[in-house]
């Protein structure tokens, strides 16, 4: 969150537009996180677009491929992530964006130490240096993928590197748990009644299930889940999801499985029409084809069955999302297929483009929860909410 939401969240006007259930989740160990590691991602970005040659290229106005190339760089690989790193720097006014989408530096960056903002975290909270981590390996990996000359795929998701993704999709994370929390919340209130079974899609390294689960049994409503099958596409993600959750939840029938969600799930031996549950934690927003993978869900739904994603909401269209540093390095992030009106941009959409496209592809009674609509004028870096549809 910026300086403006956690002063909004200290003087109580968050609060105010959150429900109850919410409010202590967004408490100052949270607020004061955020707030600290999107000062921490804008210093980083300001050394990327200093040490890509990006702030000498943008002297001039151009557009965001103009200044990629200007820049050097593989325009098709960098143009989405310049465009990225000129409208955070805008936020802070080190560049200009003009009305035609052209951008422009005017006057040279400043150098500001990342490693300030980390000592401050330190002290505030140590378990969220692990987002920190994450967006160090990022940082690193700029110049190489906007060159061309690697992909952020290896460059991320590198066999030495699960140990910091295992620490970063954590509940112990307070930056990234809190899409588990808000998530767990709708689920549970969505598997109403006697429940029936659970799909969880791209359920990585099992925070978000251990999170809903954990939820439920609070609630004494574990019996609802009579089913629960964890997919993810990567094996490696998998097999840890599969150890961190071990003998955490004996009464439920869980079982685990590699699912592409850019194929038919009948591959993956889901059958139609029996899900009570679908759900997804910041994963659906990554699908290639997001009318084909809500097809897909659509058709594993038994019928009345509910769709719940807890992702990270863009506030207002072409608003940067501070994570996006991360992970606009992935292909898979940063170009899906486009679709007008409601995915006219890869990464993450705003709350009227997830109803759009829920709507557009057979779902109804969309809901986002908390109500980002609201919320965003008071506190626009305020980025999280579970999106839930129903299956018409
Ligand atoms: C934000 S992570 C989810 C983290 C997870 N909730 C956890 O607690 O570890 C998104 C996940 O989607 C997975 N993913 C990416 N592309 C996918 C695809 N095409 N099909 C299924 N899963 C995919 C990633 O591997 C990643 O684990």
């Given amino acids: 969150m910026s300086p403006d939401a956690s002063s909004a969240a200290r003087d109580g006007r968050l609060a105010a537009l959150l429900p109850a259930e919410l409010i202590p989740l967004f408490d100052e160990r949270f607020v004061g996180s955020c707030t600290l590691f999107e000062e921490y991602v804008h210093r980083l970005a300001l050394r990327v677009v200093r040490s890509t040659g990006i702030d000498a290229a943008a002297r001039q106005p151009g557009t965001r491929g103009e200044i990629a190339v200007r820049a050097g760089l593989d325009a098709a690989r960098a ?12 936020l802070t006014g080190r560049a200009a964006r003009a009305g035609d989408g052209r951008f422009h530096i005017p006057s040279a960056l ?9 000592r401050e975290q330190e002290r505030h909270d140590p378990s969220a240096l692990a987002s920190y981590r994450m967006a160090d390996l990022a940082a690193a990996a700029y110049p190489s993928v906007l060159r061309g000359t690697a992909s952020g795929e290896a460059a991320l998701f590198a ?41 969880e899609l791209g359920g990585g390294l099992g925070s978000g299930t ?18 629960y099958r964890l997919t993810e596409i990567a094996p490696s993600f998998l097999r840890r999801a599969q150890r961190r959750l071990a003998g955490r939840f004996p009464g439920v029938p869980l079982s685990f499985g590699r699912l592409d969600m850019d194929r038919p799930f009948g591959e993956a031996e889901v059958e139609a029409g029996t899900f009570a549950l679908v759900y997804g934690v910041n994963t659906l927003h990554v699908a290639r084809d ?82 980002i609509a ?19």
């Fill in 159 to 199: 066999p030495e590197r699960i140990g910091a993704w295992f620490e970063y999709f954590s509940n112990d994370n307070v930056i990234y748990a809190i899409s588990n929390r808000i998530g767990a919340i709708a689920a549970e209130r969505a598997l109403h009644g006697d429940g029936g079974a659970v799909l």
């Fill in 290 to 371: 997001l009318e084909f993978t809500l097809a897909e869900v659509r058709r594993a739904l038994a019928p009345g069955g509910a769709l719940v994603l807890s992702e990270c909401v863009r506030p207002f269209p072409d608003r940067p999302v501070y994570i996006e540093f991360l992970f606009n390095l992935l292909e898979a992030f940063r170009a899906p297929r486009l679709v007008e009106p409601w995915r006219p941009n890869g990464g993450f959409l705003t709350p009227e483009q997830w109803t759009a496209a829920l709507e557009a592809c057979g779902f109804r009674a969309v809901t986002v929860y908390p109500d």
């Fill in 374 to 392: 609201r919320i965003r004028e008071v506190c626009p870096a305020f980025v999280v909410a579970a999106i839930t549809a129903t299956a018409a």
């Fill in 79 to 90: 143009e989405v992530t310049v465009g990225w790193l000129l409208a955070t720097l805008a």
């Fill in 110 to 118: 400043p150098d500001l130490e990342p490693e300030e903002v980390a």
């Fill in 210 to 227: 251990a999170a809903v689960l954990e939820r439920l049994a609070d609630a004494g409503r574990l019996p609802a889940v009579r089913s």
